[in-house]
């Protein structure tokens, strides 16, 4: 697991996350990022609540973001020995919904460039009945510079992480009380 103090973003993080800020209320995406991770104590205290376990705590996710209703976007640390990085990034909605987005930080930054955020990624249905995803040019820009091995559609990255991590909701929904 990841030292559980360390809350700065890695740099294809922050970059990414500098351009989805410009782009807030603006491209139909409904993604609000965080300037750092979520301290330690408030990623427990959400977690908490948003299972119903006082039992849990929050240190296998490293949030980085929500939705509008208060959803997070996280690194999910289930891949021990691994950089931060290195793992899959997930969406827990305020609704009780929940998703593997991408595999590793490198296929979000394209998820990201395809025009879709976390819950759109997450979500099976369409999140608009007129929203359509607008692939975005800073953002290509930043999966291109960090991650250009990795190209892919959001779609084909959302279903090999949906593949790799068949069981998340039930290992999730095991935690709920």
């Known amino acids: ?8 973003f890695p ?4 970059a990414a996350m500098a351009v989805r800020l410009d782009l807030v209320g603006e491209d139909g995406v409904d993604f609000e990022p965080f300037e750092a991770f979520l301290p330690a104590g408030e990623t427990t205290d ?10 849990v705590d929050g240190d296998g996710f490293r949030v980085f973001g929500q939705d509008g209703t208060g959803g997070y976007a996280a690194f999910w640390l289930v891949r021990p020995g691994r950089v931060l990085v290195e793992q899959p990034v997930v969406f827990l909605g305020s609704e009780g919904e929940t998703g593997v987005v991408a595999r590793d930080l490198g296929a979000f930054l394209w998820v ?4 879709f955020g976390p819950w759109e990624a997450a979500v099976s249905y369409e999140p608009e009945p007129d929203w359509i995803p607008r692939p ?3 953002l290509t820009a930043v999966a291109e510079q960090f991650a250009p091995h990795r190209r892919a559609t959001a779609a084909v990255v959302i279903e090999q992480a949906t593949r790799e991590f068949p069981d998340f909701d039930d290992i999730i929904m095991k ?3």
Request: glycine share 10%.
């Open 1 to 8: 697991m990841m030292p559980n103090d360390d809350r700065e």
């Open 175 to 177: 935690l709920v009380r």
């Open 112 to 115: 990201l460039a395809d025009g």
């Open 46 to 55: 959400w977690f908490r609540a948003w299972t119903g376990n006082g039992e």
């Open 136 to 138: 975005h040019r800073e």
């Open 11 to 14: 740099a294809p993080l922050a």
